[in-house]
């Protein structure tokens, strides 16, 4: 499976963002799709998911009522929007697909994804 996610750049505080991955060699009947961010020197944490079937959404408490996770299933591609950007938010988002559907309690752990997507930088910066 490759991932390749799109959309990042720098944004003033307060902006929004649309990022998106997209992934090919794999059917979206039957998956969560994660995304995650980096900043240097720190773990992966967890910003949102989203499992099919079904389209059930998780997110972290840092970005709920914030961010948005959506996807369409044929074209394989999620869509995080991001609104109400924080300089905190500034990080490499990276999109990550597991093997099959995790289950709830597990969708916040990056063990659980098995292919990762190369990341895209996010900057909130005045």
């Known amino acids: 499976v490759q991932l390749v996610e799109s959309g990042g750049g720098s944004v003033q505080p307060g902006g929004s963002l649309r990022l998106s991955c997209a992934a090919s060699g794999r059917s979206f009947s039957v998956v969560t799709i994660g995304w995650f961010r980096q900043v240097t020197g720190k773990e992966p944490d967890f910003v949102a998911a989203v499992s099919w079937p079904g389209g059930s959404t998780y997110y972290a408490d840092s970005v709920k009522g914030r961010f948005t996770i959506s996807g369409d299933k044929a074209k394989s591609t999620v869509y995080p929007q991001m609104n109400s950007l924080k300089p905190d938010d500034t990080a490499v988002y990276y999109c990550?697909?597991?093997?099959?559907?995790?289950?709830?309690?597990?969708?916040?752990?990056?063990?659980?994804?098995?292919?990762w997507g190369q990341g895209t930088l996010v900057t909130v910066s005045s």
């Open positions: 990550a697909a597991g093997s099959q559907r995790i289950i709830t309690s597990q969708v916040r752990n990056k063990a659980q994804y098995r292919d």
